[in-house]
T-cell receptor, first 111, second 116 residues
Framework: RKEVEQDPGPFNVPEGATVAFNCTYS??????FFWYRQDCRKEPKLLMS???SGNEDGRFTAQLNRASQYISLLIRDSKLSDSATYLC????????????FGAGTRLFVKA | GAGVSQSPSNKVTEKGKDVELRCDPI?????LYWYRQSLGQGLEFLIY????????KSGLPSDRFSAERTGGSVSTLTIQRTQQEDSAVYLC??????????????FGEGSWLTVV
């Protein structure tokens, strides 16, 4: 079983739609959580950190459920420019704070 | 430089040849990662260096792959006797690695390897 699992998608949504991505992690030493975004043929870049109380950044909302070992990302009012792959990321409190990436969920936003 | 620097950006090599890929992390970053990504696929973890600790090599796919990090800074990933399935982009990343919270991982633009 992979340490970080995501639905690979693709998710195909129209502009303006709300879309949610889910991610589960299995390592109980997971301490910090992030969402990264990767555009086609580009390197991944940090989208947002995920805090226990949940956090919002504009149209993006991230939630963490430690009991269920589950992370989510909600995108409201989707834009064409949101089309990308979204990577769920966890950092362990052990192993020198090793960081583990999920395989990503692909999103296509259509006009 | 300000970011993670990788070289070469593109490399075409013949099957059976050895290749070396270089990564220069952000200055002061103690954590360095190598990942591999085949076209249309997710990131595949290869190896992780953290300070002076022994590297986590658990992701290296075979003994043809090795990596070293000299002086706690620059890292070289070496692939011996390349095979066509080694064709991928090899991404290097670094972070300050000082704690579990709030340490962004920064990626280089990758080294695109094609084995013909």
């Amino acid at each position: 079983r992979k340490e970080v699992e995501q639905d690979p998608g693709p998710f195909n949504v129209p502009e303006g739609a709300t879309v949610a991505f889910n991610c589960t992690y299995s390592n109980s030493a997971s301490q910090s959580f992030f969402w990264y975004r990767q555009d086609c043929r580009k390197e991944p870049k940090l989208l947002m950190s995920v805090y226990s109380s949940g956090n919002e950044d504009g149209r993006f909302t991230a939630q963490l459920n430690r009991a269920s070992q589950y992370i989510s990302l909600l995108i409201r009012d989707s834009k064409l420019s949101d089309s990308a792959t979204y990577l769920c990321v966890v950092r362990l409190s052990t192993g020198g704070f090793k960081t583990i990436f999920g395989a990503g969920t692909r999103l296509f936003v259509k006009a | 430089g300000a970011g993670v620097s990788q070289s070469p950006s593109n490399k075409v090599t013949e099957k059976g040849k050895d290749v070396e890929l270089r990564c220069d992390p952000i200055s002061g970053h103690t954590a360095l990662y190598w990942y591999r990504q085949s076209l249309g696929q997710g990131l595949e973890f290869l190896i992780y260096f953290q300070g002076n600790s022994a590297p986590d090599k658990s992701g290296l796919p075979s003994d043809r792959f090795s990596a070293e990090r000299t002086g706690g800074s620059v890292s070289t990933l070496t692939i011996q006797r390349t095979q066509q399935e080694d064709s991928a982009v090899y991404l290097c990343a670094s972070s300050s690695g000082q704690s579990a919270d709030g340490n962004t991982i920064y990626f280089g633009e990758g080294s695109w390897l094609t084995v013909v």
